[in-house]
């Protein structure tokens, strides 16, 4: 057996080598490192993948909601709610602009933003919801476009960790991450269910006036070269990073079976250990599993994530502080007790490994070292 890793991004080229490296030669070949036509390709294609009107590439995850709340004019004075048990992107966005990132705390089913406390958090400064959909299940959508609609709010999906994730809608209809809101951004760090091979990532939108202005944003704010129309920022996805994401965008919907496997397996090995929660997935969204993230009961986490390291088996811990206790963001003046389910699930989480490349033999050993622990 292969050594067991939270991420396989070796073997996964591997397997489709051939490929990635005549896209990157080709690009090499043409020397059109900055804009060069996979760039315009890889928007076209991800937005016929994804069901979206618009695709806007940039330079990473992070920009994409930063540009998003720039071109929804979002600045001082502005509130923008969000949740505390997140990457810490998505609330630096929102402070990064002045503006003043409101949380709501999470379901601690599912860990997504729970949409039954947002009404409370909104104010008459509130201008846009960041929704984040964790470790590859979407947010519940629907309660929360409901009310951003009635009170004119806009909503910016964190689609980050989600793409490809559909969400069925109570008329039957379905949707992708990041393709509910009035935008959804994507990132593709290498790791996430589609990495490229060093940072990229996206803006998605429907409407096509808000995509000229995210296009802008991302150009200087510029749509005619040396002329500028808004303050914007230089965030642009590399050449090379679009051929390397136009293949892999071929597979990822086979990358998101294998996750779904090798989740599946877990479901099934693990669903008797009784100090072991397994994700919950609800009815309305599918879960494609960027993370497979339990919850170990009874403050036992710390000594089951050594009991595997001691076993040659990597965890990891998504997140361990609540975004409302980080320092950076003392500020906003929030307390320990605050937004406690995001506070406990920073003790009970963890998160085992999850990659396409995950083995048989590796599933099985991880699943009986776990059953087999001692707690
Ligand atoms: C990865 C991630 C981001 C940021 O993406 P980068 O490409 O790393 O800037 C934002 N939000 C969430 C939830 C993420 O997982």
């Given at each position: 057996m292969n050594p067991i890793q939270m991420v396989d991004l070796k073997s996964q080229y591997l397997r489709i080598k051939p490929e990635v490296d005549a896209a990157i030669q080709h690009v090499l070949d043409s020397t059109?490192?900055?804009?060069?036509?996979p760039v315009c390709e890889f928007e076209q294609q991800l937005a016929q993948y994804a069901g979206s009107k618009y695709v806007v590439s940039c330079g990473n995850g992070t920009d994409a909601l930063l540009v998003a709340l720039m071109a929804l004019g979002i600045g001082p004075g502005d509130e923008v709610i969000t949740v505390?048990?997140?990457?810490v992107a998505s609330v630096e966005a929102i402070a990064l602009l002045g503006a003043k990132p409101v949380f709501v705390d999470v379901c601690e089913d599912t860990f997504t933003m729970d949409a039954s406390l947002l009404e409370d958090a909104i104010t008459p400064k509130t201008k846009a919801i960041i929704p984040v959909h964790l470790y590859g299940q979407c947010a519940d959508m629907e309660p929360i476009l409901d009310l951003a609609k009635k009170r004119n709010i806009k909503v910016i999906e964190d689609a980050c960790q989600a793409i490809g994730t559909p969400y069925t809608f109570s008329d039957g209809t379905t949707k992708q991450a990041g393709t509910m809101g009035d935008i959804g951004c994507l990132s593709f760090f290498p790791s996430k269910n589609l990495g490229c091979y060093g940072d990229g990532g996206a803006i998605m939108t429907d409407d096509e006036t808000l995509a000229e202005r995210l296009r802008a944003i991302c150009r200087h704010g510029s749509q005619v070269k040396y002329h500028h129309d808004y303050v914007g920022v230089n965030s642009r996805l590399d050449t090379l990073q679009a051929a390397v994401l136009q293949v892999k965008l071929r597979h990822l919907d086979d990358y998101i079976t294998k996750r779904k496997a090798a989740a599946h397996y877990y479901y099934e090995a693990l669903k008797e250990v009784a100090w072991l929660q397994l994700p919950d997935i609800k009815t309305n969204t599918q879960h494609t599993f960027h993370q497979f993230t339990v919850k170990v009961k009874d403050g036992k986490r710390d000594v089951l994530k050594q009991y595997l390291t001691d076993k040659g088996i990597p965890t990891m811990i998504y997140y361990p502080i609540s975004v409302h206790l980080q320092p950076a963001y003392r500020s906003l003046g929030c307390q320990e007790g605050d937004f406690p389910i995001s506070e406990r699930l920073c003790k009970e989480v963890l998160s085992l490994p999850m990659h396409t490349e995950l083995t048989e033999d590796q599933l099985q050993y991880i699943c009986e070292t776990i059953v087999n622990c001692p707690l």
């Open positions: 059109a490192f900055i804009q060069g036509a505390p048990f997140t990457f």
